[in-house]
């Protein structure tokens, strides 16, 4: 099969690691090959981050260019829009609706541009944008927003909600497994 | 067993299976997870050294004493370790020696882009490429076989794609080879220029055999294609970029092992095809080395030598239009790496800028002090060299410039090779201030533990080295601890000790705000009768306040209640929850 792409973007400190190491388990449990690229280092200060998970027969670069990813799921709304040119035509972006005001903004030297998810629905993207914030916090943790998202983005796969409960229980510690599962059950059914 | 690791990850399981036994390395993004996930097995001992020189010669040592050995570093790193590098060239190893060094093509997280394949040329040794994990996993392997199969050290080229992508990897068991005794050979380890003249022309023959093995071994594929009017000369993930725009069209000779290069397969390579062409990142290395064989090429007249190259960048270049993805019309504002809320630095650099000192830089978290609104940085150039530049920059002011001039340097990095600088400036007398930024622990590269943390990499209690006795120990009288939370205690003291007439160390102390251990305050809050957005809590660039509608606010998920911003606020408008 030709290589899927899905970009998973967000702010640095947001948990976008462990929504990529997540989906890695569940594709190679599937049987496809797979390559997921992370960022270390100083753009985790709370920059903008960018993590590619590709997944098919055979799958060669580990990142994702320019027109290429069919989801881009983004843990805030700015991030969804820096990153919308690495959409596919026909690609979906899932968006948390939080906004986390960058330092240009903080410091009023620029502004945070508004209405961000229709525009960029008007310029052709499928866009799915949601409260993921207030489903984490309803499944106990704020910091769950990545379980949430995740479970979004399940909607678009054919597989069983079994799998992606199996590759949460390997990749989250126990003691937040519960809230994790929840947090994903609600994306899920969102 | 299949499994996803990250590259890194895979060359530690690679350097397990082999036997490793010693493993000695000074953190340095893309290279820290290899010594991290090797500090995991708990046959193999495994250590951070306060910097790269000190790893290397470790790693020899171990070498020497009949223990296969390894230590990996930063680009960066080894241009500190290049000083045992070029001498342990020449001497070779007794059991295996394996050298990882990550370049960072792009900068992700670095000071420059140099491209290290220049080190194995230069210091006359082979140097291995792997493209993904699987081949990190291999090539680790490999390596040690080489390394005693022609009595060298050998260097293991990563880059950040291939450290920092997961790809699939089948593991295996670890073999222990038998130690090899230590036997005195003064002729081999003993660099003193009579035996030197004899190693050298061992190392020279040495490079024979390099390349006779690099014409035949598998490390160095040719992969068919359809389409002969181009043929591809390619390593690492730029080899996977090939792949991916071209598959199989073009006949692609892949390369494992970088230097030496091989010739007569090049020439073989070449003469199959129309067009040799040669997608590398960084420098025209391996272009350099087919254009000494005579052949003509395309190669950094297409890719450019500056960042990392992509697939789209690739497919362009061999006339493949990539789909162009449709930008938001939108202006999007930037989103640069900001120290984090409750970061230690952020009040001491409030007062260096709010002094309007000039202040050499060094590498850590703190580079970010540099940034608008602080901007409080005037230079960041290696490890170090905020120390000794302190030093230079005072002594040509010839007394000009003292009391408004510091260095500020971190924990590790002074470790690293910032107590050097401090020595010179003891002994050589400049009235310098140099600033420690205390927060114990190596903060950028993820929070690895340093000679003054009282802990080693696999988190056992260890000797701590006390800050204050060794600057006192090289000579420095005045040495002083201040809280970076109080803003007036900071101010006070850099004004004292820039005042005071001989050298000083101010060691700005509090744990990153990071660190597990580190008890946060409930989130301040503000009180809106009493703000007037006077915006002077914004001076300090803190992600967790922003103004709006003229009134000052704190973001409670991200606010640590460290009230360095209370103590700017004139209208006590900023209030931590038992105040209010």
Redesign the interface.
């Known amino acids: 099969m030709q290589t899927k792409n899905i970009m998973i973007v967000g702010v640095g400190g947001q948990g976008t690691l462990l929504a990529s190491k997540l989906l890695g388990r569940l594709l190679l449990d599937q049987g496809y090959d797979v390559k997921v690229s992370e960022v270390h280092g100083m753009s985790q200060r709370g920059g903008s981050v960018v993590t590619y998970v590709r997944y098919g027969g055979k799958v060669y670069s580990p990142v994702i260019d320019k027109g290429e990813a069919d989801f881009i799921v983004s843990f805030e709304l700015l991030e969804a829009a820096r990153w919308m040119e690495f959409l596919r035509p026909d690609g979906r972006i899932i968006t948390n609706t939080q906004q986390i005001n960058p330092m240009p903004v903080i410091t009023g030297a620029a502004e945070y541009p508004r209405d961000l998810a229709a525009k960029m629905a008007a310029a052709g993207a499928k866009v799915d944008a949601m409260d993921a914030l207030a489903l984490a916090e309803q499944a106990g943790s704020s910091k769950a927003v990545n379980l949430v998202l995740m479970g979004r983005l399940s909607q678009y796969f054919d597989l069983p909600e079994e799998a992606w409960q199996q590759a949460i229980t390997r990749s989250v510690p126990e003691k937040f497994l519960e809230m994790n599962r929840m947090a994903f059950h609600l994306g899920r059914n969102s | 067993m ?3 690791m ?1 590259g890194n990850e895979a060359v530690a399981r690679g350097l397990y299976e082999a036997g490793c036994a010693v493993v000695s390395s000074y953190p340095g ?2 290279s ?2 290899i010594t991290e996930a090797i500090a995991k097995y708990p046959e193999v001992y495994a250590e951070w050294a306060p910097n790269e020189k000190v790893a290397m010669e470790t790693a020899f040592g171990a070498s020497l004493a009949g223990k296969r050995s390894f230590c990996g570093m930063k680009h960066v790193g080894l241009n500190v370790a290049a000083d045992p590098l070029f001498t342990i060239a020449y001497t070779g190893v007794n059991a295996g020696m394996v050298i990882c060094v990550a370049d960072d093509a792009g900068m ?2 670095s000071q420059n882009e140099q491209d290290s394949r220049h080190y194995a040329k230069a210091a006359k040794l082979p140097m291995l490429e792997p493209a ?1 994990s699987a081949e990190g996993l291999a090539f680790a392997k490999l390596a040690y076989e080489l390394s005693e199969r022609f009595d060298t050290p050998v260097l293991l080229k990563m880059c950040t ?2 450290s ?5 990897v089948e593991t295996g068991e670890r073999v222990e080879p038998a130690p090899v005794p230590y036997e005195k050979k003064a002729s081999k380890y003993i660099m003193m220029p009579g035996n030197a003249k004899q190693r050298h022309p061992v190392v020279e023959q040495r490079t024979r055999d390099l390349i006779a093995y690099a014409e035949t071994t598998s490390l160095n594929r040719i992969e068919e294609g359809s389409d002969r009017r181009i043929g591809i000369i390619t390593s690492s ?1 730029s080899y ?2 090939v ?2 725009v071209c598959g199989d069209r073009f006949p692609v000779l892949k390369l494992g092992m970088i230097w030496p290069l091989p010739e007569q397969k090049i020439k073989d390579f070449a003469a199959t095809v129309d067009l040799l062409t040669v997608v590398e990142e960084l420098d025209g290395f391996i272009e350099e080395h087919c254009r000494n064989l005579g052949l003509a090429l395309a190669g950094k007249d297409y890719f450019s030598p500056v960042g990392e190259l ?3 960048l690739v497919a362009e270049k061999l006339g493949v239009t ?19 809320a409750g970061c230690p630095h952020r009040g001491l650099f409030y007062v260096l800028h709010k002094l309007k000192l000039t202040v050499l830089g060094d590498i850590g ?1 703190y ?2 002090g540099a ?3 602080l901007s409080a940085i005037d230079s960041t150039i290696c490890m170090g060299a905020s120390v000794s530049g302190l030093h230079g920059f005072l002594k040509a002011g010839g007394g000009e410039m003292d009391g408004k001039t510091v260095a500020v340097i971190g924990d590790s990095t002074f470790m690293h090779s910032g107590i050097t600088g401090l020595v010179n400036i003891a002994y050589n007398e400049s009235n310098a201030t140099v600033i420690i930024l205390d927060n114990s622990i190596t903060g ?3 929070h690895q533990q340093n000679p003054t943390t009282g802990f080693n990499l696999k988190g056992d209690p260890c000797t701590k080295i006390d800050l204050e006795s060794l600057c006192r120990a090289v000579g420095i009288r005045r040495v002083r601890v201040v809280d970076p939370y109080d803003l007036s205690q900071c101010e006070t003291a850099i004004k004292e000790e820039l005042a005071a007439p001989e050298a000083s160390v101010v060691i700005s102390r509090r744990p990153c705000a990071l660190l597990k251990y580190v008890k946060h305050k409930p989130p301040l809050t503000v009180n809106t009768s009493k703000c007037v957005g006077c ?1 002077a809590c ?1 001076k300090i ?1 803190c ?1 967790a ?3 709006r509608d003229g009134k000052a606010g704190v973001d409670a ?1 991200l606010c640590v209640g460290c009230g360095v911003c209370e103590q700017l606020c004139k209208f006590d408008a900023l209030q931590a929850p038992e105040e209010v």
């Open positions: 299949k499994t996803l990250l993004t893309p820290t997870e992700h997280s993904d794609r291939v920092h992508s997961q790809s699939v993930t996977q970029y792949k991916e992509s697939q789209n990539p789909d162009a993805g449709k930008a938001l019309d939108e202006n999007i504002p930037a989103r640069p790496p900001v120290m984090c978290c580079t970010l940034v608008a609104p950028m590269t993820g915006k914004m660039g992600p306040i922003s103004v998920t």
